[in-house]
Protein backbone atom coordinates (compact mmCIF):
# COMPACT_ATOMS: atom_id res chain seq x y z
CA UNK A 1 0.00 0.00 0.00
CA UNK A 2 2.96 2.19 0.93
CA UNK A 3 4.86 1.73 -2.04
CA UNK A 4 1.79 1.99 -4.25
CA UNK A 5 1.31 5.48 -2.47
CA UNK A 6 5.21 6.53 -3.12
CA UNK A 7 4.71 5.27 -6.77
CA UNK A 8 1.60 7.56 -7.06
CA UNK A 9 3.25 10.21 -5.91
CA UNK A 10 6.36 9.67 -7.77
CA UNK A 11 4.12 9.84 -11.18
CA UNK A 12 2.27 12.94 -10.09
CA UNK A 13 5.93 14.79 -9.72
CA UNK A 14 7.31 13.48 -12.67
CA UNK A 15 4.19 14.31 -14.66
CA UNK A 16 4.29 17.94 -13.26
CA UNK A 17 7.40 18.78 -13.76
CA UNK A 18 7.27 17.22 -17.87
CA UNK A 19 3.97 19.78 -18.01
CA UNK A 20 5.84 22.56 -16.07
CA UNK A 21 8.78 22.26 -18.64
CA UNK A 22 6.15 21.81 -21.65
CA UNK A 23 4.30 25.18 -20.40
CA UNK A 24 7.98 26.70 -19.81
CA UNK A 25 8.73 26.56 -23.37
CA UNK A 26 5.78 27.14 -25.05
CA UNK A 27 5.88 30.60 -23.28
CA UNK A 28 8.97 31.30 -24.05
CA UNK A 29 8.76 30.89 -27.60
CA UNK A 30 4.83 32.24 -27.99
CA UNK A 31 5.47 35.56 -25.36
CA UNK A 32 7.99 37.12 -27.47
CA UNK A 33 6.54 36.33 -31.23
CA UNK A 34 3.02 37.94 -29.24
CA UNK A 35 5.09 41.56 -29.39
CA UNK A 36 5.51 41.27 -33.16
CA UNK A 37 1.85 40.56 -33.48
CA UNK A 38 1.05 43.41 -31.88
CA UNK A 39 3.32 45.32 -33.49
CA UNK A 40 2.09 44.44 -36.98
CA UNK A 41 -1.45 44.57 -36.30
CA UNK A 42 -1.25 48.21 -35.23
CA UNK A 43 1.11 48.59 -38.62
CA UNK A 44 -1.78 47.12 -40.80
CA UNK A 45 -4.82 48.07 -38.78
CA UNK A 46 -3.51 50.27 -36.30
CA UNK A 47 -5.24 53.78 -35.64
CA UNK A 48 -4.77 56.32 -38.10
CA UNK A 49 -1.31 57.56 -38.64
CA UNK A 50 -1.28 61.66 -38.14
CA UNK A 51 0.09 62.64 -41.27
CA UNK A 52 0.22 66.23 -40.26
CA UNK A 53 3.95 67.00 -40.31
CA UNK A 54 4.75 64.74 -42.94
CA UNK A 55 1.98 66.59 -45.25
CA UNK A 56 3.86 70.28 -44.28
CA UNK A 57 7.55 69.32 -45.33
CA UNK A 58 6.16 67.26 -48.53
CA UNK A 59 2.56 68.08 -49.58
CA UNK A 60 2.43 65.38 -52.10
CA UNK A 61 2.30 62.81 -49.29
CA UNK A 62 -1.51 62.92 -49.11
CA UNK A 63 -1.96 61.75 -52.41
CA UNK A 64 0.61 58.74 -51.69
CA UNK A 65 -1.51 58.36 -48.83
CA UNK A 66 -5.15 58.06 -50.75
CA UNK A 67 -3.24 56.00 -53.11
CA UNK A 68 -2.38 53.73 -50.86
CA UNK A 69 -5.35 52.71 -49.27
CA UNK A 70 -6.81 52.52 -52.41
CA UNK A 71 -8.45 55.51 -53.27
CA UNK A 72 -9.74 55.67 -56.79
CA UNK A 73 -8.58 58.35 -59.05
CA UNK A 74 -5.32 57.87 -59.56
CA UNK A 75 -5.07 55.94 -62.44
CA UNK A 76 -7.21 55.34 -65.95
CA UNK A 77 -6.25 51.72 -65.62
CA UNK A 78 -9.14 49.34 -66.31
CA UNK A 79 -9.80 45.63 -65.17
CA UNK A 80 -12.07 43.13 -64.55
CA UNK A 81 -11.92 43.09 -60.32
CA UNK A 82 -9.85 46.58 -59.80
CA UNK A 83 -10.67 49.98 -61.66
CA UNK A 84 -8.80 53.07 -61.54
CA UNK A 85 -7.06 52.25 -57.90
CA UNK A 86 -3.05 52.50 -58.29
CA UNK A 87 -2.21 50.57 -55.04
CA UNK A 88 -4.91 47.56 -53.94
CA UNK A 89 -5.16 48.01 -50.19
CA UNK A 90 -5.81 44.48 -49.25
CA UNK A 91 -2.65 43.21 -51.66
CA UNK A 92 -0.39 45.98 -49.18
CA UNK A 93 -2.16 44.15 -45.87
CA UNK A 94 -2.21 40.61 -47.23
CA UNK A 95 1.75 41.64 -47.68
CA UNK A 96 2.79 42.66 -44.26
CA UNK A 97 0.39 39.66 -42.65
CA UNK A 98 2.65 37.32 -44.95
CA UNK A 99 5.68 38.62 -44.09
CA UNK A 100 5.17 39.18 -40.45
CA UNK A 101 3.06 37.45 -38.05
CA UNK A 102 2.46 34.48 -40.65
CA UNK A 103 5.86 34.00 -41.07
CA UNK A 104 7.13 34.69 -37.56
CA UNK A 105 4.44 32.41 -35.56
CA UNK A 106 4.37 29.95 -38.54
CA UNK A 107 8.22 29.35 -38.12
CA UNK A 108 7.92 29.21 -34.26
CA UNK A 109 5.11 27.07 -33.96
CA UNK A 110 6.91 24.29 -36.24
CA UNK A 111 10.16 24.81 -34.22
CA UNK A 112 8.04 24.15 -31.33
CA UNK A 113 6.66 21.03 -32.24
CA UNK A 114 9.45 19.95 -32.96
CA UNK A 115 10.96 20.37 -30.19
CA UNK A 116 7.83 19.19 -28.10
CA UNK A 117 8.66 15.86 -30.39
CA UNK A 118 11.86 15.56 -29.04
CA UNK A 119 10.97 16.67 -25.53
CA UNK A 120 8.63 13.79 -25.55
CA UNK A 121 10.61 10.97 -27.20
CA UNK A 122 13.58 11.88 -24.48
CA UNK A 123 11.31 11.63 -21.18
CA UNK A 124 9.43 8.80 -22.61
CA UNK A 125 11.42 7.01 -24.77
CA UNK A 126 9.89 4.21 -28.06
CA UNK A 127 6.45 2.14 -26.85
CA UNK A 128 8.00 -1.26 -26.94
CA UNK A 129 5.72 -4.39 -27.82
CA UNK A 130 5.69 -5.44 -24.17
CA UNK A 131 5.30 -8.67 -24.30
CA UNK A 132 7.69 -8.92 -27.23
CA UNK A 133 7.04 -10.29 -30.76
CA UNK A 134 5.03 -13.27 -30.69
CA UNK A 135 6.33 -14.57 -34.50
CA UNK A 136 2.64 -14.56 -35.56
CA UNK A 137 1.50 -11.70 -37.68
CA UNK A 138 -2.27 -10.62 -39.38
CA UNK A 139 -3.33 -8.07 -42.27
CA UNK A 140 -3.66 -4.14 -41.01
CA UNK A 141 -3.66 -2.63 -44.18
CA UNK A 142 -4.45 -4.29 -48.07
CA UNK A 143 -2.11 -2.89 -50.91
CA UNK A 144 -4.37 -0.50 -52.52
CA UNK A 145 -4.32 1.10 -48.81
CA UNK A 146 -1.04 1.10 -48.86
CA UNK A 147 -0.67 2.42 -52.28
CA UNK A 148 -2.91 5.39 -51.39
CA UNK A 149 -1.20 5.83 -47.99
CA UNK A 150 2.44 6.29 -49.40
CA UNK A 151 1.41 7.68 -52.61
CA UNK A 152 -0.49 10.29 -50.33
CA UNK A 153 2.18 10.75 -48.03
CA UNK A 154 5.05 11.35 -50.06
CA UNK A 155 2.89 14.05 -52.44
CA UNK A 156 2.37 15.60 -48.78
CA UNK A 157 5.91 16.24 -48.00
CA UNK A 158 7.52 17.55 -51.83
CA UNK A 159 3.90 19.44 -51.04
CA UNK A 160 5.22 21.15 -47.42
CA UNK A 161 8.81 21.52 -48.55
CA UNK A 162 8.10 23.41 -51.57
CA UNK A 163 5.84 25.31 -50.00
CA UNK A 164 7.66 26.29 -46.83
CA UNK A 165 10.57 27.01 -49.17
CA UNK A 166 8.13 29.40 -50.86
CA UNK A 167 7.46 31.25 -47.53
CA UNK A 168 10.39 31.19 -45.95
CA UNK A 169 12.61 30.68 -49.16
CA UNK A 170 13.37 34.83 -48.58
CA UNK A 171 14.38 33.99 -44.94
CA UNK A 172 16.41 30.72 -44.80
CA UNK A 173 17.48 29.64 -48.30
CA UNK A 174 18.58 33.39 -49.99
CA UNK A 175 21.26 33.42 -47.14
CA UNK A 176 22.57 30.63 -48.42
CA UNK A 177 22.27 30.35 -52.25
CA UNK A 178 22.22 33.57 -52.89
CA UNK A 179 19.01 35.88 -55.33
CA UNK A 180 19.26 33.89 -58.62
CA UNK A 181 19.90 30.09 -57.40
CA UNK A 182 16.51 31.28 -54.85
CA UNK A 183 15.02 32.41 -58.37
CA UNK A 184 15.48 29.50 -59.75
CA UNK A 185 14.33 27.11 -57.42
CA UNK A 186 10.89 28.75 -56.58
CA UNK A 187 10.50 28.72 -59.99
CA UNK A 188 10.63 25.09 -60.58
CA UNK A 189 8.85 24.69 -56.40
CA UNK A 190 6.37 26.70 -57.60
CA UNK A 191 5.38 24.84 -60.53
CA UNK A 192 5.80 21.27 -58.90
CA UNK A 193 3.61 22.69 -55.78
CA UNK A 194 0.92 24.04 -58.63
CA UNK A 195 0.93 20.84 -60.32
CA UNK A 196 0.78 17.79 -57.23
CA UNK A 197 -1.49 19.91 -55.27
CA UNK A 198 -4.26 18.51 -57.43
CA UNK A 199 -3.12 14.95 -57.54
CA UNK A 200 -2.76 15.38 -53.93
CA UNK A 201 -5.70 16.38 -53.10
CA UNK A 202 -7.25 13.05 -54.66
CA UNK A 203 -5.21 11.04 -52.76
CA UNK A 204 -6.68 12.73 -49.46
CA UNK A 205 -10.11 12.57 -50.41
CA UNK A 206 -9.70 8.71 -51.24
CA UNK A 207 -8.15 8.40 -48.03
CA UNK A 208 -11.56 9.88 -46.23
CA UNK A 209 -13.77 8.25 -48.33
CA UNK A 210 -12.28 4.74 -47.72
CA UNK A 211 -11.11 4.95 -44.03
CA UNK A 212 -14.11 7.12 -42.85
CA UNK A 213 -15.64 3.74 -41.59
CA UNK A 214 -13.02 2.95 -39.00
CA UNK A 215 -13.05 6.32 -37.73
CA UNK A 216 -16.49 7.25 -36.10
CA UNK A 217 -15.62 8.46 -32.43
CA UNK A 218 -17.05 6.01 -30.25
CA UNK A 219 -17.30 5.41 -26.07
CA UNK A 220 -14.06 3.60 -26.43
CA UNK A 221 -11.98 6.54 -27.46
CA UNK A 222 -13.26 8.63 -24.60
CA UNK A 223 -11.57 5.87 -22.61
CA UNK A 224 -8.60 6.31 -24.27
CA UNK A 225 -8.46 9.94 -24.05
CA UNK A 226 -9.06 9.86 -19.97
CA UNK A 227 -5.75 7.55 -20.39
CA UNK A 228 -3.85 9.49 -22.57
CA UNK A 229 -3.41 6.98 -24.87
CA UNK A 230 -1.61 4.97 -22.17
CA UNK A 231 0.44 7.55 -20.63
CA UNK A 232 -1.83 8.21 -17.64
CA UNK A 233 -2.02 4.81 -15.75
CA UNK A 234 0.83 2.92 -17.53
CA UNK A 235 -2.14 0.99 -18.59
CA UNK A 236 -2.79 0.32 -22.48
CA UNK A 237 -6.56 1.38 -23.60
CA UNK A 238 -8.68 -0.67 -25.30
CA UNK A 239 -8.82 0.45 -28.83
CA UNK A 240 -10.56 -1.02 -32.31
CA UNK A 241 -8.86 -0.22 -35.43
CA UNK A 242 -8.27 3.09 -34.96
CA UNK A 243 -7.59 4.60 -31.60
CA UNK A 244 -9.02 8.06 -30.37
CA UNK A 245 -5.14 9.70 -31.30
CA UNK A 246 -5.66 8.71 -34.72
CA UNK A 247 -8.96 9.62 -35.19
CA UNK A 248 -8.13 12.88 -34.03
CA UNK A 249 -5.61 12.89 -37.29
CA UNK A 250 -8.39 11.68 -39.34
CA UNK A 251 -10.94 14.26 -38.46
CA UNK A 252 -8.67 17.26 -37.12
CA UNK A 253 -5.66 16.83 -39.66
CA UNK A 254 -6.65 15.00 -42.54
CA UNK A 255 -10.65 16.00 -43.29
CA UNK A 256 -10.60 19.15 -41.41
CA UNK A 257 -7.37 20.83 -42.67
CA UNK A 258 -7.15 18.49 -45.92
CA UNK A 259 -10.35 20.30 -46.70
CA UNK A 260 -9.65 23.75 -45.98
CA UNK A 261 -6.20 23.16 -47.77
CA UNK A 262 -7.53 21.46 -50.80
CA UNK A 263 -10.44 24.46 -51.36
CA UNK A 264 -8.15 27.84 -50.67
CA UNK A 265 -5.33 25.31 -52.73
CA UNK A 266 -7.82 25.74 -56.27
CA UNK A 267 -8.45 28.77 -56.25
CA UNK A 268 -5.24 29.69 -55.68
CA UNK A 269 -4.40 27.59 -58.47
CA UNK A 270 -6.93 27.74 -61.11
CA UNK A 271 -7.69 31.63 -60.90
CA UNK A 272 -9.96 32.04 -64.21
CA UNK A 273 -12.90 30.53 -63.05
CA UNK A 274 -14.18 34.05 -62.39
CA UNK A 275 -15.24 35.02 -59.19
CA UNK A 276 -11.36 35.16 -57.76
CA UNK A 277 -11.38 39.01 -56.69
CA UNK A 278 -7.94 40.44 -54.85
CA UNK A 279 -9.50 39.98 -51.60
CA UNK A 280 -10.53 36.36 -52.23
CA UNK A 281 -7.06 35.47 -53.63
CA UNK A 282 -5.24 37.10 -50.70
CA UNK A 283 -7.52 35.67 -48.44
CA UNK A 284 -7.42 32.06 -49.41
CA UNK A 285 -3.55 32.29 -49.55
CA UNK A 286 -3.64 33.43 -45.57
CA UNK A 287 -6.07 30.56 -45.52
CA UNK A 288 -3.99 27.86 -47.13
CA UNK A 289 -0.69 28.81 -45.74
CA UNK A 290 -1.54 29.29 -41.87
CA UNK A 291 -3.49 25.60 -42.32
CA UNK A 292 -1.16 24.07 -44.13
CA UNK A 293 1.51 24.63 -41.09
CA UNK A 294 -1.20 23.86 -38.50
CA UNK A 295 -1.33 20.61 -40.72
CA UNK A 296 2.75 20.50 -40.73
CA UNK A 297 3.00 20.74 -37.26
CA UNK A 298 0.28 17.45 -36.56
CA UNK A 299 1.97 15.33 -39.37
CA UNK A 300 5.46 15.69 -37.64
CA UNK A 301 3.42 14.10 -34.60
CA UNK A 302 1.67 11.81 -37.10
CA UNK A 303 4.99 10.66 -38.30
CA UNK A 304 6.78 10.20 -35.78
CA UNK A 305 4.10 8.08 -34.04
CA UNK A 306 4.70 5.99 -37.05
CA UNK A 307 7.84 5.42 -36.74
CA UNK A 308 10.30 6.33 -34.57
CA UNK A 309 7.58 6.46 -31.46
CA UNK A 310 5.62 2.85 -31.93
CA UNK A 311 7.61 -0.44 -32.01
CA UNK A 312 6.13 -2.24 -34.87
CA UNK A 313 3.90 0.14 -36.49
CA UNK A 314 5.31 1.23 -39.15
CA UNK A 315 5.14 -2.35 -40.79
CA UNK A 316 1.89 -2.47 -41.09
CA UNK A 317 2.13 0.16 -43.70
CA UNK A 318 5.24 -0.88 -45.56
CA UNK A 319 4.24 -4.99 -45.74
CA UNK A 320 1.12 -4.88 -44.75
CA UNK A 321 1.15 -7.35 -41.62
CA UNK A 322 1.90 -6.56 -37.84
CA UNK A 323 2.89 -8.61 -34.98
CA UNK A 324 -0.45 -10.52 -33.17
CA UNK A 325 1.40 -9.28 -29.78
CA UNK A 326 0.94 -5.45 -31.28
CA UNK A 327 -2.06 -5.98 -32.35
CA UNK A 328 -3.34 -7.11 -28.83
CA UNK A 329 -1.67 -4.15 -27.32
CA UNK A 330 -2.57 -1.26 -29.43
CA UNK A 331 -6.12 -2.27 -30.84
CA UNK A 332 -7.25 -5.22 -28.61
CA UNK A 333 -10.66 -4.57 -30.24
CA UNK A 334 -10.13 -5.05 -33.47
CA UNK A 335 -7.94 -7.75 -33.18
CA UNK A 336 -10.60 -10.02 -31.44
CA UNK A 337 -13.08 -9.18 -34.30
CA UNK A 338 -10.51 -10.08 -36.97
CA UNK A 339 -9.78 -13.24 -35.22
CA UNK A 340 -13.98 -13.75 -34.80
CA UNK A 341 -14.21 -13.15 -38.06
CA UNK A 342 -11.76 -15.87 -39.27
CA UNK A 343 -8.18 -14.40 -39.97
CA UNK A 344 -5.80 -16.67 -39.09
CA UNK A 345 -1.92 -15.57 -37.50
CA UNK A 346 0.45 -16.20 -40.28
CA UNK A 347 4.16 -16.86 -39.14
CA UNK A 348 6.63 -14.62 -39.92
CA UNK A 349 8.59 -17.57 -41.18
CA UNK A 350 5.95 -18.16 -43.98
CA UNK A 351 6.04 -14.51 -45.11
CA UNK A 352 7.33 -14.18 -48.70
CA UNK A 353 11.12 -12.90 -48.27
CA UNK A 354 11.23 -12.36 -45.04
CA UNK A 355 13.71 -13.70 -41.99
CA UNK A 356 12.13 -15.70 -39.03
CA UNK A 357 11.69 -13.73 -36.73
CA UNK A 358 12.79 -14.58 -32.98
CA UNK A 359 9.70 -15.01 -30.75
CA UNK A 360 10.01 -13.39 -27.36
CA UNK A 361 11.63 -16.12 -25.47
CA UNK A 362 14.43 -15.91 -27.63
CA UNK A 363 14.94 -12.36 -27.43
CA UNK A 364 14.90 -11.59 -23.48
CA UNK A 365 11.16 -9.91 -23.32
C1 LIG B 1 5.72 10.37 -44.34
C2 LIG B 1 5.41 10.16 -43.14
C3 LIG B 1 4.30 9.24 -42.68
C4 LIG B 1 4.47 8.11 -41.95
C5 LIG B 1 5.79 7.54 -41.46
C6 LIG B 1 3.16 7.55 -41.72
C7 LIG B 1 2.92 6.38 -41.04
C8 LIG B 1 1.69 5.80 -40.86
C9 LIG B 1 1.46 4.53 -40.23
C10 LIG B 1 2.54 3.61 -39.69
C11 LIG B 1 0.14 4.30 -40.24
C12 LIG B 1 -0.59 3.07 -39.69
C13 LIG B 1 -1.07 3.26 -38.29
C14 LIG B 1 -1.81 2.04 -37.78
O1 LIG B 1 -1.74 0.98 -38.39
O2 LIG B 1 -2.50 2.17 -36.76
C15 LIG B 1 -0.49 5.44 -40.85
C16 LIG B 1 -1.85 5.61 -40.99
C17 LIG B 1 -2.44 6.69 -41.61
N1 LIG B 1 -1.79 7.74 -42.20
FE1 LIG B 1 0.20 8.05 -42.27
N2 LIG B 1 2.23 8.35 -42.31
C18 LIG B 1 2.87 9.41 -42.92
C19 LIG B 1 2.28 10.44 -43.61
C20 LIG B 1 0.91 10.60 -43.76
C21 LIG B 1 0.29 11.72 -44.43
C22 LIG B 1 1.04 12.88 -45.06
C23 LIG B 1 -1.05 11.54 -44.36
C24 LIG B 1 -2.17 12.39 -44.88
C25 LIG B 1 -2.07 13.35 -45.71
C26 LIG B 1 -1.28 10.30 -43.65
C27 LIG B 1 -2.52 9.78 -43.36
C28 LIG B 1 -2.74 8.61 -42.68
C29 LIG B 1 -4.05 8.11 -42.36
C30 LIG B 1 -5.38 8.78 -42.71
C31 LIG B 1 -3.86 6.91 -41.69
C32 LIG B 1 -4.92 5.98 -41.13
C33 LIG B 1 -5.24 6.46 -39.74
C34 LIG B 1 -6.68 6.74 -39.56
O3 LIG B 1 -7.49 6.46 -40.43
O4 LIG B 1 -7.01 7.28 -38.47
N3 LIG B 1 -0.07 9.75 -43.30
N4 LIG B 1 0.47 6.34 -41.23
Do not use: C
Not at 19 to 26: D, F, G, Q, R
Not at 190 to 211: D, E, K, Q, T
Amino acid sequence: MQSQTQAMKASRRWRSMLWSMLAIIVLAMALPSVGYLVADAAQVYGPERDFSEEMSSNPRSEMWRDARFGQGGMTTQTGPYVTNQMIANIGENWRQVRTGPMTTLGGWFLIGVLVLISLFFAFTGRSRIEEGRSGMTVVRWKGYERFLHWFTALSFVVLAITGLSLLFGRYVLIPVVGHSGFAGYAQAAMYVHNFLGPAFSVGVLLMIVLWAKHNIPNRTDVEWFKQGGGIVGGKHPSAGKMNGGEKVWFWGGVFTLGLIVIVSGFILDFPNWGFQTREIMAWSQSIHAIAAIIWIGFFFGHAYIGTLGTEGALEGMTRGRVDTNWAKQHHDLWYEDLIANGERPVPESELEGNKPAQPASQTGH
